[in-house]
Structure formats: structure tokens, C-alpha cells
């Protein structure tokens, strides 16, 4: 796993399970809160058919620590890992498509079963279940350009388009050979993998945990 460190923030990342990130105000309490959250992905790795060791919350190498940014005290790992940039295999690439599937799917079924009206927090803010929907829609648009994509934001109703983001996403990772896409602001393949599927998980566990 690594480190990315901003000035409010820091991200503790497992480097090769796509989602598995989490973050808090040091590095001590990332690293427990990213042990803490193995069984809430636990779920998602066995629905992608990938093994996820009962054992892999007991220790954590530390293989690299980035400098954040504002993008990092706001609230997202921002900051591709240096090993990010490794050419991946076949096996490789198709394994953190069938991650950010599961992930995709794992959020599906949370919105499914979940309220419209979501509790609020000790403040009264929080968005409700479709506008994080919303946002995490487009976000994935957002991202999906990172790959050479483009596609405008589909409504949260229309499965339809939403489906042809997400496909055309998950081929582009799974023809990923390159150490990067071809593109001059274009995202390492693991890191969009991570930064997909982390923004993912993080609003279905926010769901989850606000659903009465």
C-alpha cells in the first residue's frame, strides 16, 4: 500500500485491490481505518471472483509515500503511485476490470435497497440517495476522459447509457497494455482502476451507513 499525504488529509491505498482506500487526519489512523473497511471489501473482490486473503488487514508494506494536494485535503486520492505506471498484462488488465465491475455492481444493489430520503448528518448536510447517484455518474464521466473517452452525463434513470459508459470504460481496462493511455493528461490504467472504484465504494458505504 501507499501513502498520500496533504496538509488535512491522508490517503492510505492498497496498490493492488482497486477501491480499497480510505483516509483520515494522519497516517496511523488511515492505515486503521483501511484495515477496519477489509470486510466491507471483502464482498466486492468475491463478486469479482478475485481471492481476497482473510489475512490481508494483518500487515501492510509500505511501498511509497506521495505528497498530496488540494485535491487530496478535499477529499480524493488524486496522485497516481509510481507503480501505477507499469505496463500491465492481460491478466492484469482484466482483473481491475472485473474489479471496477463489482464495484459498479455493488453499488447498484446498495441504491436498490436503500431510501430515497437518506439521515442527515450532525449538521443537516448530506446529499440524498439519487443525487449521489448523480454525482457519482458524473464523476465516472469525468474520469472516463482520462481514457479518451467521451460521453455526456446519462440521467440516473437511463440504464441504458449508463450501461455504455461503463462498458466502453471496462473494455478500454481491458485491452490496457500501455503504461499510460496515449494522451497528454491522460491517468495511468491503475490509477483510474482506483480512483473509479474507490469513489465508488466510498458513496455506496456512505449509503449504507445513512440508510434508516
Known amino acids: 500500500m501507499y501513502f498520500e499525504v496533504g496538509s488535512k488529509k491522508v490517503f492510505a491505498c492498497a496498490l ?4 480499497w482506500c480510505r483516509s483520515a487526519k494522519t497516517e496511523e489512523d488511515a492505515l486503521e481505518v483501511l484495515a477496519d473497511y477489509a470486510a466491507r471489501y471483502a464482498p466486492v473482490a468475491a463478486a469479482a ?3 481476497f ?3 490481508a488487514a494483518d500487515s501492510f508494506e509500505v511501498v511509497e509515500r506521495l505528497a498530496g494536494t488540494t485535491t487530496t485535503d478535499f ?3 488524486g496522485e497516481p503511485a509510481s507503480a501505477d ?3 500491465l498484462t492481460k491478466a492484469q488488465a482484466a482483473r481491475l476490470a ?3 465491475d463489482a464495484s459498479w455492481a455493488f453499488l447498484d444493489r446498495v441504491v436498490a435497497g436503500a431510501p430515497p430520503a437518506l439521515r442527515k448528518g450532525p449538521r443537516g448536510g448530506g446529499r440524498d440517495r439519487d443525487k449521489i447517484v448523480d454525482h457519482v455518474i458524473g464523476a465516472e464521466v469525468s474520469y472516463s476522459r482520462k481514457l479518451g473517452l467521451r460521453f455526456r452525463q446519462p440521467a440516473i434513470d437511463d440504464a441504458g447509457r449508463v450501461a455504455e459508459v ?4 471496462l473494455e478500454v481496462l481491458r485491452a490496457a497494455r500501455a503504461p499510460a493511455p496515449d494522451l497528454e493528461k491522460g491517468w495511468p490504467y491503475r490509477y483510474v482502476a482506483r480512483r ?4 465508488v465504494l466510498d458513496h455506496a458505504w456512505e449509503i449504507e451507513d445513512r440508510s434508516e
Open 98 to 100: 472485473v474489479l471496477v
Open 75 to 77: 477529499g480524493a486520492p
Open 85 to 87: 505506471r507499469a505496463p
Open 166 to 169: 461503463r462498458d466502453a470504460v
Open 196 to 199: 473509479i472504484a474507490w469513489h
Open 16 to 19: 493492488e485491490w482497486p477501491g
Open 53 to 55: 486473503p482473510k489475512s
Open 49 to 51: 471472483g478475485v481471492r
